[in-house]
């Protein structure tokens, strides 16, 4: 089925620490998968994605790691600061369907 | 240069009402989709227009339709409303894969 799921709904951590974020998917037609970052009273923003030929990719301060196997992704943030705090997203494109199909975020805190 | 801009920013409506939210690509952006965020949850695909015609379609009742102009600009409506109808409608183009969201315009229905 179409479904993307978040181990955990909220997630605390230090200023400074690196943050993990995870995220399972269940549909193996997918053929790219996006972390989105979402800030109260805004829309998504786009943070890092990923091609499903890839197993990892790296951005500034943050990683994807993509494991087909277990149908998992995860978003590695490094060096958290207080702007991190939001709620994370991962999405999963469907190969020919033009849609993305997102879980349910999970809520990311960054503690002083 | 301008990204994904929303008209309202929010509206209140009530049950049996109709709506239409619109939506500006970012400039050179010919795709736009349309998505439902129901408080705490993530956003749910309604449709998506390319060329002026819808090209895929969520799990979403007739009641919802949509438009896209020429000049790639896309409008939703939504008929004779429901209070489960409250959500934040997100609006995202693309050119082709990466899409990029606007802020939302946030419905309530009473």
């Known amino acids: 089925g179409e479904s993307v799921g978040l181990h955990l709904p909220t997630l605390s951590v230090q200023e400074g620490d690196n943050s993990i974020i995870n995220c399972a998917y269940s549909?193996?037609?997918?053929?790219?998968f996006i972390w989105y970052k979402q800030e109260s009273g805004k829309g998504p923003q786009f943070i890092i994605d990923?091609?499903?030929?890839?197993d990892k990719r790296q951005g500034q301060r943050v990683t994807v790691l993509l494991n087909k196997t277990v149908k998992h992704l995860s978003l590695q943030i490094a060096a958290t600061q207080p702007g991190d705090s939001a709620v994370y997203f991962c999405?999963?494109?469907?190969?020919?369907?033009?849609?993305?199909?997102f879980g349910q975020g999970t809520r990311l805190t960054i503690n002083p | 240069d301008a990204g994904v801009t929303q008209s309202p920013t929010h509206l209140i409506k009530t049950r049996g009402q109709q709506v239409t939210l619109r939506c500006s690509p970012k400039?050179?952006?010919?795709?736009v989709s349309w998505y439902q965020q129901a408080l705490g949850q993530g956003p749910q695909f309604i449709f998506q227009?390319?060329?002026?015609?819808?090209?895929q379609r969520g799990n979403f009742p007739d009641r919802f339709s949509g438009h896209q102009f020429p000049n790639y600009s896309s409008e939703l409506n939504v008929n004779a409303l429901l209070l489960g109808d409250s959500a934040l409608y997100l609006c995202?183009?693309?050119?082709?894969?990466?899409?990029?969201f606007g802020p939302g315009t946030r419905l309530t229905v009473l």
């Open positions: 995202a183009s693309s050119l082709q894969s990466e899409q990029f």
């Open positions: 549909n193996s037609a997918s053929d790219y």
């Open positions: 990923i091609r499903s030929n890839m």
């Open positions: 999405a999963e494109n469907i190969l020919g369907a033009q849609k993305l199909v």
């Open positions: 400039s050179g952006h010919d795709t």
């Open positions: 227009y390319y060329e002026e015609e819808e090209r």
